[in-house]
């Protein structure tokens, strides 16, 4: 009981043969929340679909713990299972598949026992009503013809419905309208609790005033170079990341010149 | 086996006039069962060197030898063919339900008798309407390429469904037809649909059978005639159980303004190849063409469509959708033929196939012919596995491997099934894809 949620070792990633991560070490508390921010192309989302466990990355060094267990070794179903829950950059058209049809499927994989018919569409109407969405999203197929800002608000319904111990969102805030980063963010708020763990993964500030990290993070370069407190959001956000990499550059440079 | 047996016979022609006569039909009737036969032992079998042919092997089919069965003259309706009809859907207008070419199941409500509707079986319609069917049966055609099976099927045909709608009716409630085979013995369905000018109705037309033992032979026809401005929506299904080989034409003839919806949905036999052809002859005639099929284990399935334009200002859309597991097979051939002056013609087309497994295989071939200038044509067609970042997707949320790729296979075949627009049908044949995709073995 006492490991800590997660756990990530000395994490390296390939994408077909191409090293992305390059050792990455992180460890996530329950009720901690996580920011992880970085440059495009740092290696943020390949963390994240990593430990979701997408099967085009490969992990070639290193290790990851869930509650103790070896995460790497479940099925991106199993994780799932578990209690991992990846809310997606850019999420995936089903089409032909109804919103209501795809969360009853996965709460059937996902709970011991079945909720009721009649349950389970109270349960999902009050989801969406929290997110500021219609119902009659339920009967539309999953992400297909949603907007930006819908698809990342189908993210945090299906949080809100699966309630998992650790949620990682990969810019969940990007192609939402300022009411959606602040009505996502409350819903967050909510449904993470006090015991959830959250990573989240971002651009802007903005997001952080609500979700109020415990730590931050920057990555550069499939690592993470820095981290530090919410102050660190902030200077990021006067400053951008070039001050870090030349203090980082300096850094390697005299790691190297002593080794 | 004595290859003497494979030239015509006195005994196949006296077997003909002996089911005329076991029929007591009149004498038009047996003479076109005749011209049928003579036809069938005149044209040649198809071998695989015929384009038409050429992905569906035939050769082990002595179709000489294939004779059928006097219908019997007390055919019990068997339980599981109950049990369809029982479960089925509901708010149905009418249900007819044969068991290898004999009527053992008719029900239909009041209102279809008080409109003047026809829905029974050929041979009481032979009876009761002589020359309403006989316009009719003796103007329909004979496609060179399917001739050897769909002579022998108009041959052979001891019963089957007809519907003939006057002149502006529109039946409400959509209506429904089950061919079944028990295995002991070939069959030849047979589908004779007549709309009037100005009428409209649903028909779904079920070819069903448990698995059987050994293998079955069947070959059936179905014949679509819409008059002007006729509405019908024609659902094909297709649920032969494993072990029947079945071969099919069916032939819809368009006339000005009316409109075909004609859904094709395959799920059984263990080989079956069918032709759903579609002749847009006058002015305004739309047709829309829809197929699903789902196949597993060794199946295979063979459709070749035809949206032949004859003359202008007609328009045909197609979607055939196809779903393999296993080590099934699947060829989707079709044709858009847009005659010489058939301006302003609009033909579309599109092939789906979603491949499961790794031995499974589909191919697709359009094909078209295009001799007026003046037509919109386009047509496309994918042949593609489950998408990886679909199955991740479903997957990040706790759904199995088989549960995911279920699900992307019912949304996939979905879009077509939205199509069938009678509630009571469209649930009933989303239920049974649905079992179907459910049960498979991979
Ligand atoms: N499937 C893939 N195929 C090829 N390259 C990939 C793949 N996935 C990631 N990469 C590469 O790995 C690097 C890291 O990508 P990643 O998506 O993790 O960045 P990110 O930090 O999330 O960026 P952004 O802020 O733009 O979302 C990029 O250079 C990207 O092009
Ligand atoms: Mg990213």
């Avoid at chain 1, 009050?126 to 500021?132: G, I, Q």
């Avoid at chain 2, 042919?53 to 339980?79: C, F, G």
């Amino acid at each position: 009981m006492s490991h800590p949620l997660l756990e990530i070792r000395d994490l390296h990633v390939a994408v077909d043969g191409k090293p992305i991560l390059k050792g990455v070490n992180l460890t996530i508390n329950r009720g901690e929340i996580h920011a992880l921010m970085g440059r495009n192309g740092s290696g943020k989302s390949t963390l994240a679909a990593t430990l979701m466990g997408h099967p085009r990355y490969e992990v070639t060094r290193g290790e990851v713990l869930f509650e103790g267990q070896n995460l790497l070794e479940m099925e991106v179903d199993e994780r799932a299972r578990a209690g991992v829950f990846l809310a997606f950059q850019y999420p995936v058209a089903i089409p032909g598949v109804s919103v209501a049809n795809f969360l009853r499927s996965a709460l059937k994989s996902l709970r011991e026992e079945e909720m009721s018919a009649r349950e389970f569409r109270n349960a999902l109407k009050e989801e969406f009503k929290a997110l500021h969405m219609p119902d009659s999203f339920a009967s539309r197929y999953v992400n297909e013809g949603f907007s930006g800002g819908e698809k990342k608000r189908l993210e945090i319904v299906q949080m809100g419905m699966i309630k998992p111990k650790l949620a990682i969102l990969d810019e969940t805030d990007s192609g939402l309208d300022i009411d959606g980063v602040r009505i996502v963010s409350e819903n967050v708020n909510r449904i993470a609790g006090q015991d959830t763990g959250v990573l989240l993964i971002t651009h802007y500030q903005r997001i952080l005033r609500y979700i109020r990290p415990h730590f931050v993070h920057v990555m550069v370069g499939g690592r993470i170079i820095r981290s530090g407190d919410e102050s660190l959001a902030h200077e990021l956000e006067q400053r951008g990341y070039d001050w870090l990499l030349q203090e980082a550059g300096a850094e390697e440079k005299e790691l190297q010149e002593v080794g | 086996m004595a290859s003497t047996l494979m030239n015509p016979s006195p005994t196949g022609l006296e077997l003909i006039d002996t089911l005329s006569r076991h029929l007591a039909e009149p004498e038009w009737a047996g003479a076109l069962r005749r011209e049928a036969w003579h036809r069938f032992m005149q044209a040649p079998m198809p071998s695989r060197t015929h384009e038409h042919w050429r992905r569906t092997d035939v050769s082990h089919l002595n179709l000489e030898d294939i004779t059928p069965a006097l219908p019997r003259s007390t055919p019990a309706l068997p339980r599981w063919l109950e049990e369809t009809i029982r479960k089925g859907a509901k708010r149905i207008g009418g249900t007819l339900a044969f068991v290898d070419g004999s009527l053992v199941y008719s029900h239909t409500g009041d209102s279809l008798r008080k409109h003047g509707v026809i829905f029974t079986d050929w041979q009481h319609a032979i009876q009761q309407h002589p020359d309403a069917i006989r316009q009719v049966a003796e103007q329909l055609d004979y496609d060179p390429a399917d001739e050897k099976f769909t002579a022998m099927a108009r041959a052979y045909a001891t019963s089957g469904t007809v519907l003939i709608v006057p002149r502006g009716v529109a039946v409400t409630l959509p209506l429904q037809t089950f061919f079944a085979a028990s295995g002991d013995g070939p069959v030849f369905p047979r589908t004779l649909v007549v709309l009037e000018e100005g009428s409209r109705v649903t028909l779904l037309d079920g070819l069903l059978s448990p698995d059987l033992p050994a293998r079955a032979f069947g070959s059936g026809v179905a014949d679509l005639v819409l008059g002007e401005g006729a509405e019908l929506t024609y659902v094909l299904f297709q649920q032969w159980g494993q072990g029947m080989e079945y071969f099919h034409h069916q032939r819809a003839v368009l006339g000005r303004d009316s409109h075909l919806t004609t859904i094709t949905v395959a799920l059984g036999a263990s080989l079956s190849k069918a032709t759903i052809e579609s002749v847009l002859c006058s002015p305004g005639a739309v047709s829309d063409m829809l197929g699903v099929v789902f196949g597993d284990d060794n199946q295979h399935f063979d459709h070749h469509t035809v949206q032949l334009h004859t003359v202008g200002n007609t328009t045909s859309d197609l979607l055939f959708k196809v779903a393999l597991d296993g080590q099934s097979y699947s060829a989707y051939s079709g044709l858009i033929r847009i005659e010489p002056g058939a301006q302003k013609a609009n033909a579309y087309q599109r092939n789906e196939n979603l491949v499961l497994s790794k031995q499974a295989h589909a191919e697709t071939l359009p094909n078209l012919e295009i001799e007026a200038n003046d037509v919109r044509c386009t047509h496309g067609a994918t042949v593609a596995p489950v998408d990886i970042e679909q199955m991740f997707y479903l997957m990040s949320r706790g759904l199995a491997p088989r549960d995911a790729s279920r699900l992307v296979v019912e949304g996939f075949l979905q879009p077509v099934l939205d199509r069938i627009s009678a509630k009571s049908l469209r649930e009933m044949v989303s239920a049974k894809v649905d079992a179907k995709i459910a049960s498979r073995r991979a």
